[in-house]
């Protein structure tokens, strides 16, 4: 029969301290302690240990007083690192890491000196309430949706400490959602004709460089990063040819895209016209970015639409806006589902904003099916 196991309370240094000694899956002895105020604080303490070893072994016993900055750490060493390649497939890292690393630092600092096991389900929600009610940097009312982001990443990183047998059971798991896309209020902006020629308009002298890319953008629904890593080898490169002309695609490779899947975009006749003015002036290298541009664009695109005084425009709208255009020449869905690269077609209902004209549309038709009708009732034929 096993001898059942008991532990000690003990004194050093004149501080009170919980202990228990075991041998862990390796057959390696070791021993978990715990510095108590008390001596029945102690034997509860000791009673922890010896169901915590029995329940889910020695892992799980080590992963006592484990903290949210030793996960962090943990993430920021293996998970939150520039993407590694194999073959055009990511086989480590994460595109986002940039972000993500910022997101991590705000977590840190609600969590980080916090054991992984005493964050609960409550805490979690008066994180988000809190996050919810503070002010972005601009002094704006801060998105769900982007409270959902610091929540998702948090959600991972808890779910990578149950895989590391740090934690036993993901605390998001509670009385209801703490993250609810449909709670998410999305974003319907697309951009107008009139706005797009005082767009381009603005695109002059230092700023000049961004009107292809935003012709690119509205004309393919590419998205930025997809726009920013095309290389002239992606446009039908044959290599005699040089005449942008004769090309009506270019290829968006599957390790530059969000979903991993290669993918063709159409080229516009004005689009191919930018492009040949770049092709001319460029170094000819195949392997050279079309563009030109590494940085993010963000600040200027903002100044851009401040010259052009159009407001609350996002360089991410112009992806809408076509998808938008397409659906209003009834290009089918899953077409237009294709040429975003979406894998999921409810996905696409979300970058078909719903402008004024096309509410008018709508009604339009429901106008001219109810005509219908009554012309039918006054010939007798209903």
């Known amino acids: 029969m096993a001898r059942p196991r008991t532990g000690t309370i003990h004194l050093r240094d ?36 010896i169901r915590e070893l029995e329940d889910h072994g020695s892992e799980s016993l080590n992963a006592i007083g484990t903290t949210f900055k030793d996960l962090a750490d943990h993430l920021e060493k293996h998970y939150l690192i520039p993407p590694e390649y194999v073959n055009g497939r990511k086989v480590a890292g994460k595109r986002s890491y940039k972000d993500d690393l910022g997101i991590l630092k705000i977590l840190r600092e609600s969590f980080g000196r916090m054991e992984l096991r005493d964050i609960t389900w409550g805490k979690i929600e008066r994180f988000r309430s809190m996050r919810l009610k503070t002010p972005t940097i601009r002094g704006e009312q801060r998105s769900i949706a982007r409270v959902d982001r610091e929540l998702s990443l948090l959600r991972h ?35 107008e004709l009139e ?22 953008a509205i004309d393919t629904g590419m998205r ?7 290389k002239w080898s992606d446009l039908d490169w044959d290599g005699k040819k040089s005449d942008i002309a004769d090309r009506r695609k270019a290829k968006v490779r599957e390790f530059n895209t969000k979903t991993l899947r290669e993918r063709d975009a159409a080229l516009s006749k004005r689009l191919k016209e930018e492009l040949q003015k770049l092709w001319d002036e460029s170094d000819k290298n195949p392997d050279s970015l079309v563009f030109g541009v590494t940085n993010n664009v963000s600040n200027s695109f903002r100044s851009v639409c401040l010259l052009a005084e159009i407001e609350n425009l996002r360089f991410h709208d112009l992806r809408r806006t076509f998808g938008t255009r397409l659906a209003k020449k009834n290009v089918p869905v899953h077409e237009i589902a294709r040429r975003l690269g979406h894998t999921d077609i409810e996905t696409t209902f979300t970058y078909l904003g719903l402008t004024k004209d096309s509410l008018e549309t709508v009604a ?9 009708i009554v012309k039918m009732t006054a010939n007798g034929k209903l």
């Not at 004149?14 to 108590?36: C, M, N, P, Q």
């Not at 990578?160 to 999305?186: H, M, S």
């Not at 706005?195 to 690119?216: F, M, S, Y």
């Not at 339009?364 to 219908?372: G, K, M, P, R, V």
């Open 14 to 49: 004149g501080k009170l301290f919980a202990r228990i000694d075991y041998t862990d899956s390796a057959g390696k002895r070791r021993s978990k302690e715990k510095r108590v105020r008390t001596k029945t604080e102690g034997r509860a303490v000791i009673s922890n240990f």
């Open 157 to 191: 990183a808890l779910n990578i400490a149950i895989g590391e047998r740090w934690l036993n059971a993901n605390p998001f798991i509670g009385p209801r959602p703490l993250i609810n896309a449909a709670d998410e209020v999305k974003r319907k902006r697309v951009l």
């Open 224 to 230: 930025r990063g997809e726009i920013l890593k095309l």
């Open 364 to 372: 339009n038709a429901i106008d001219e099916w109810n005509e219908e």
């Open 195 to 216: 706005e797009e020629v005082r767009l381009l308009a603005a695109c002059d002298g230092p700023r000049e460089h961004l009107r292809p890319i935003i012709i690119c």
